[in-house]
């Protein structure tokens, strides 16, 4: 549930009090109205301070922003573009993309989202966080963000990984040292990790990184189908 707000439409002007609505059922109820700009702009500030996230409100707000683009914040753009970030492997990123103009995506802090953006997509993370570390007055802002792409690495790793060298783990998140020592203790406690040879994690089984063989369906062929066959072949 998103939080409560009073909005009165055209056709409630004339009642004794205004409705109270969530943010999503005033999605749901009035999408194309701009007078609701304020209450979504609002609403993802508040996604950034409570560390909650809601797609649908952010994608109705870009497409009201391409009706009235002289309304258009691009703080709270680049807001909701970081928190699709923060949503990987969710296709979130490409979708708000494709609802921004492409003038705007050519300023500077919208191009080095994007060039985050491919980073993460083809799992480079040692770019990744050297250009995030050049751009830190936009990743500081939203609190969080460094726990999701560290969630989302791991995510990655686990999907080509059984066992995960110390050194390719602390360059896909970014941690080294003691405090690495402690995130793989953490991981080990409670998300069913292990470690070989102090230099090796070993990570939980799933389909991806531990595949096994199908049983075929068909245990054989009987005998007697074979005899059938001789005949014919002769």
Sequence with gaps: MGREIVSSTPNQKQQPSAMSYTVEQLVSVN?????????????????????TYSLSANLCLLRLYQFVPERMSTQI????????????????????LFLIPERVQ????????????????????????DEAAKSRHIV???PGFEQAIQAYAIHVLSLTYQRVP??????????????LDKFIEHQV????????????????????????????TVDGVPLEHIARIFPILG
């Design 31 to 51: 999408p194309y109205n701009p007078d609701i700009l304020p209450d979504l702009e609002n609403y993802v500030n508040e996604q950034v301070s409570s560390q």
């Design 166 to 179: 110390r050194s390719v783990l602390a360059e896909a998140i970014n941690i080294e040292g003691l405090s």
């Design 189 to 216: 406690a409670n998300s069913g990790w292990a470690i070989e040879k102090g230099q090796l994690i070993i990570l939980p089984s799933n389909e991806f990184n531990h595949p096994e063989l199908k049983k075929s």
């Design 77 to 96: 753009v680049a807001r909701i573009l970081i928190k699709a970030l923060m949503a990987m492997p969710a296709p979130d990123f490409s979708l708000c």
């Design 106 to 129: 050519m300023e500077e802090q919208f191009k080095t989202l994007i060039v985050l953006s491919h980073y993460l997509e083809t799992a480079r993370f040692r770019q990744f966080w």
């Design 140 to 142: 500081d802002a939203i």
